[in-house]
């Protein structure tokens, strides 16, 4: 049995286009609804800020903060976590590059944005993520990233020092500088961040292969099959200190070709991350729009399942815009998986009468010349 995170109180100040707004929950899933431009999708983005990262839009602080406003914004909820009763603060101080963010958690300064995966774990879809299988391997990096980071919060670090490495090497590659105990310093600490970070991308592809093949089959949603490409592709069960081994060496064979080039053309920022629609057994960016959509729920829930079955509490879902091109038996049946997982989501749409199949299982909010009425 899972147990149910829910936020249940949600203060505003100077967040996008909310001067100040405040909305109590009850703990059922919210469905948000409104004209277009009244809001919905930035409330939604101020629930995701409950979670380390740039948010929904990853957007810059400074961008989130009202236009007008005379400092930062700020975000304050009363959230039923993974730790019992949690009061969290969060927000931007300082002004243009000096602007910062900043976390209290029941008062106290955090001194990690990463503290809140201890309280509430905000997983999100929107309209945005529509043309993952389609557009740029990067985005399907970021995305695959952003499901190990919630199960695994020391991903973004590996990931960050990895960059700062490579960016070193680039650096005296470029300048001519092949000194080779310098190089071979940083190739060492490439080859072990860039095999970690892959190991922890296949497990996760792993543990989803094991949700998906197993509840997909009499679903609407079709399951996919995940592989990872483009960097140690052959490795199968190879220690991880030998697959270091072989990435350094890669590298420092690399030398003269990467400086030519002006990048590092081996490495885990080079990955990708395949996806087919199992049944069909053809790579998603060839099916239908409709069917990429399937798809990507299919995985966007199954994913929030796994973080339910590893973590014993079901997470936040945000899910903008989900109903908008589904028949009414799919939306149906989206609901009531949606339901299935135990946590409560937040749902967008312009028309309320979208969302009738949720009946009692959801509380409507209202969003209006910025002001919410639940
Ligand atoms: N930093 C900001 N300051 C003030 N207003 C902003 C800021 N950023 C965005 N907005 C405004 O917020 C409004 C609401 O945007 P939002 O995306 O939440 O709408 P929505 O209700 O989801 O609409 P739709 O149904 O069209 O998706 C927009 O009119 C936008 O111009």
């Not at 990853?58 to 700020?74: E, K, Q």
């Not at 005296?172 to 961040?193: K, V």
Request: aromatic content about 6%.
């Amino acid at each position: 049995m899972t147990h149910k995170t829910t936020i249940h109180r949600l203060k505003l100040a100077d967040f996008r286009n909310y001067a100040a707004a405040s909305l109590s929950l009850d703990g059922r899933h919210v469905v948000l609804t409104g004209e277009n431009g009244a809001g919905k999708t930035n409330l939604m983005e101020a629930v995701s800020f409950l979670s380390p990262g740039r948010g929904l839009r990853r957007a810059s602080l400074a961008d989130v903060a009202r236009v007008g406003a005379p400092g930062g914004f700020s975000i304050f909820a009363e959230v039923d976590g993974m730790e019992g009763e949690v009061e969290i603060g969060t927000g931007s101080d300082g002004e243009g590059e000096a602007v910062v963010r900043r976390l209290r958690i029941n008062g106290t300064a955090a001194k990690s944005v990463d503290e809140l995966t201890d309280h509430l774990r905000v997983l999100w879809l929107t309209p945005a993520m529509d043309g993952l299988f389609t557009g740029p391997a990067a985005d399907r990096r970021r995305f695959l990233d952003r499901l190990v980071l919630s199960l695994d919060p020391a991903h973004g670090r590996r990931a960050s020092d990895f960059e700062r490495a490579m960016r070193s090497r680039n650096k005296l590659l470029a300048e001519g500088r092949f000194d080779p105990a310098w190089l071979s310093g940083l190739e060492r600490q490439m080859a072990g961040l860039g095999v970690a970070m892959t190991l922890a991308r296949k497990e996760m592809l792993g543990l989803l292969a094991g949700l998906t093949g197993r509840a997909d089959a009499a679903s609407t949603f079709p399951s996919a099959t995940l592989a990872l490409c483009g960097f140690l592709d052959e490795e199968g069960d190879v220690p991880a200190i030998e697959i270091e081994d072989r990435y350094m060496a890669m590298l420092a064979a690399g030398r003269y070709r990467d400086a030519g080039a002006g990048r590092t053309l081996d490495g885990p920022h080079r990955a990708d991350l395949l996806v087919r629609h199992a049944d069909k057994d053809i790579e998603a960016e060839r099916c239908s729009t409709g069917e990429q959509k399937a798809l990507l729920v299919g995985l966007v829930l199954a994913h929030a399942r796994l973080v339910a079955t590893m973590t014993g509490h079901a997470p936040v879902l945000l899910l903008d815009e989900i109903a908008a091109h589904l028949d009414e038996g799919r939306r149906a049946a989206l609901f009531d998986r949606i339901d299935a997982l135990g946590g409560q989501a937040f749902m967008t749409g312009t028309d309320k009468s979208m969302f009738s199949a949720l009946g009692e299982r959801a509380q409507f909010v209202s969003v209006h010349g910025s002001v919410l009425s639940a």
